[in-house]
């Protein structure tokens, strides 16, 4: 499985963006999906996870406020970040894991993941 991740870029705090997660090699609904995220200098840490039977998950810091859905006529996930906070700032990177249809589980450690996108930078600043 190849991921694309993009969509990042600058926004002022409470601002929104919409990252985007395009896969190839497999369809989403055999995939459970991660969105992880990273600061320099700190540990990466878990944000979002789609299960490929649609079963979600979301980090306390993000709950409210990020929305994680997928098209699968696209093969794309999408992270809808609304309210976005300078805490918010990271590289954000999507991951897969190869599970097949109708798995309702959530994979919360990135060690789980197969794959991985290349990262796209958030950065939230007035």
């Known amino acids: 499985v190849q991921l694309q991740a993009f969509g990042g870029g600058l926004v002022q705090p409470g601002g929104y963006l919409r990252l985007s997660c395009a896969a190839s090699?497999?369809?989403?609904?055999?995939?459970?999906i991660g969105w992880f995220r990273q600061v320099p200098g700190k540990v990466r840490e878990g944000v979002s996870w789609?299960?490929?039977?649609?079963?979600?998950h979301y980090a306390s810091s993000v709950q409210d406020r990020f929305t994680i859905s997928r098209d699968n006529s696209k093969n794309v996930v999408y992270l809808q970040m609304n309210n976005l906070k300078p805490q918010d700032t990271a590289v954000y990177y999507c991951a897969s894991k190869a599970v097949g249809y109708g798995s309702y589980v959530i994979y919360i450690q990135e060690v789980e993941y197969d794959s991985w996108g290349q990262g796209t930078e958030v950065t939230v600043s007035s």
């Open positions: 090699g497999s369809t989403l609904d055999t995939l459970a």
């Open positions: 789609l299960s490929s039977d649609g079963n979600i």
